[in-house]
């Protein structure tokens, strides 16, 4: 029989990770409505549509592509993340002995597995619009490509994991340190305004190759995933 003090880090982690994973998957459900329901809005026109028009002709184009799709895959781990750890889901912890720091941990792994999971659903979502699409539409219709290029999806993976690495360190940080959640409170409002200026060009970033472009954010949501933990145990433990 194992004490409680000879447990460690890793076993409570990977006891927290099985319960976190079956624990939240309402947000994955949450997901697949989303991307349904963004599936029938953008019946018509996809991802994006143009029309040109000269005389008695009238040609409309529509384009269908994964960009909406990971928009509200990002939004939707965006908010995950910080919702899993509000006080409602630290108090679910308890269940199991855990820690700031093996829940910061354990938070982590479950959004990485569950942005792999967003990304099956996204290609899902794409190819259920495009069966939709051609069933009810006599318009003609071009395949520029059938299958998503694994590159393309390490990118949606890459920038799925970034927004739910943000979340878990905005959700870390407001229950952190009053300090933090000051400094905190200043960064976003001079990012907010950074970006609402223009006066940071990410456009050489989306020049880059996928692969290097999925690199590069990952980099990011690495560094993020780290804070998060850090500032994790900086906080209070709570045992159960």
């Not at 006891?15 to 624990?23: G, H």
């Not at 099956?120 to 495009?130: P, R």
């Not at 699409?133 to 949606?156: A, G, N, Q, R």
């Not at 990011?220 to 045992?239: D, G, M």
């Amino acid at each position: 029989m194992q004490s409680l003090t000879n447990i460690t880090l890793k076993t409570i982690v990977q006891k927290q990770v099985k319960w976190k994973a079956k624990l939240y998957l309402s947000a994955l459900s949450t997901l697949v409505i989303l991307q349904i329901i963004f599936c029938l809005l953008l019946f018509d026109s996809g991802s994006g549509s143009s029309g040109h028009g000269r005389g008695n002709l009238d040609v409309q184009f529509s384009i269908y592509s994964l960009d909406i799709f990971l928009m509200v895959s990002a939004f939707w781990a965006f908010i995950s993340a910080t919702l899993f750890t509000t006080k409602a889901f630290r108090t679910d912890d308890l269940s199991v002995i855990s820690s700031r720091t093996s829940s910061a941990i354990a938070n982590m792994i479950v959004i990485i597995l569950y942005s792999l999971i967003a990304v099956a659903i996204m290609v899902a979502s794409l190819y259920l619009q495009l069966i939709v699409v051609l069933s009810w539409k006599e318009s003609p219709f071009i395949l520029d490509d059938l299958i998503v290029s694994p590159t393309m999806l390490m990118v949606c993976f890459s920038i799925i994991c970034l927004f739910g690495a943000l979340g878990l360190l905005l959700g870390n940080c407001y229950k952190g340190t009053a300090t933090i959640k000051v400094f905190t409170t200043i960064f976003l409002i001079l990012s907010l305004f950074l970006l609402s200026s223009k006066s940071v060009d990410l456009s050489w970033l989306l020049m880059l190759p996928n692969l290097l472009i999925s690199l590069v954010v990952l980099v990011v949501a690495a560094l993020c995933f780290t804070l998060a933990i850090w500032i994790a145990s900086k906080s209070e433990v709570s045992r159960s």
